[in-house]
């Protein structure tokens, strides 16, 4: 089974939870985001613990301590604002490089990383163009860019602003031709290729979003520097 898709039913997220805990891991507190999470955690985990790894948008995600755990060393997050901790459960910020940065123009050196990951972020009023000319600067040559986000394959409006957005606009579910034309398009005019084809067969509305009373669902892409 491929990792670049929707997320089309619950017993999808029971899956994900079920495999993070079979490597000793724990789900994410928004137990319908371990679907994505364990996507990138499953395609990190086959490379050396070695490997250069930004979670980008980290402020309240899992990824750095599933990594930590499963032994990776080179770890590093970034978002507008931070948080103390993560969560009661799981590692504080101190044990990873963690900085305050805008996603959009990091101080990060060329070709720094072997992936970044992107959980639930680029919903949130991200410059989708400066978003992928950043990603493919600070990542090394064939290195991955692993995105999640808000999907549903036709359009959903949004028009409540939301305190998570920077921008203070509303966040956006990207309907299937945004994610093709708008998204993957621009992600390939600078520099980056999907790892495989998307699978669009959708199913349920899994996600309810409390702030909204929207329903939809999650989309998972991985992309590749050429």
């Known amino acids: 089974m491929g990792h670049n898709s ?7 997220i029971y899956h994900a939870i079920d495999c993070l805990r079979s490597l000793g891991l724990f789900p994410h507190q928004d137990r319908v985001k ?3 999470t364990h996507k990138m955690v499953d395609i990190i985990k086959q490379s050396d613990t070695s490997a250069f790894v930004l979670d980008v948008g980290c402020n ?3 990824i750095l301590p599933l990594l930590s755990r499963l032994g990776f060393i080179n770890l590093y997050g970034c978002d507008l604002f931070l948080n103390k901790g993560m969560s009661s459960t799981v590692e504080t ?4 490089d963690i900085t305050i940065q805008d996603l959009e123009k990091t101080e990060f050196q060329n070709n720094t990383f072997d992936f970044v990951t992107s959980l639930s972020v680029i919903e949130h009023g991200i410059n989708i163009q400066n978003y992928f000319k950043e990603m493919n600067r600070i990542l090394k040559k064939d290195g991955s860019l692993l995105t999640s986000t808000d999907y ?3 359009k959903i409006p949004n028009l ?3 305190d998570v957005n920077p921008r203070n606009s509303p966040d956006t ?3 299937r031709r945004e994610i093709e034309e708008d998204v993957i398009g621009i992600a390939e005019r600078n520099g980056f290729l999907l790892t495989e084809p998307i699978d669009f067969t959708h199913g349920d509305k899994v996600v309810h979003w409390n702030d909204t009373c929207l329903d939809y669902t999650f989309i998972f892409f991985a992309l590749r520097k050429n």
């Open 6 to 12: 929707v997320l089309k039913n619950s017993f999808e």
């Open 34 to 36: 371990s679907w994505d």
């Open 60 to 62: 309240g995600s899992p």
């Open 93 to 96: 910020y101190k044990n990873f």
């Open 152 to 154: 549903w394959p036709e």
């Open 160 to 162: 409540i602003n939301t």
């Open 173 to 175: 579910i990207f309907s």
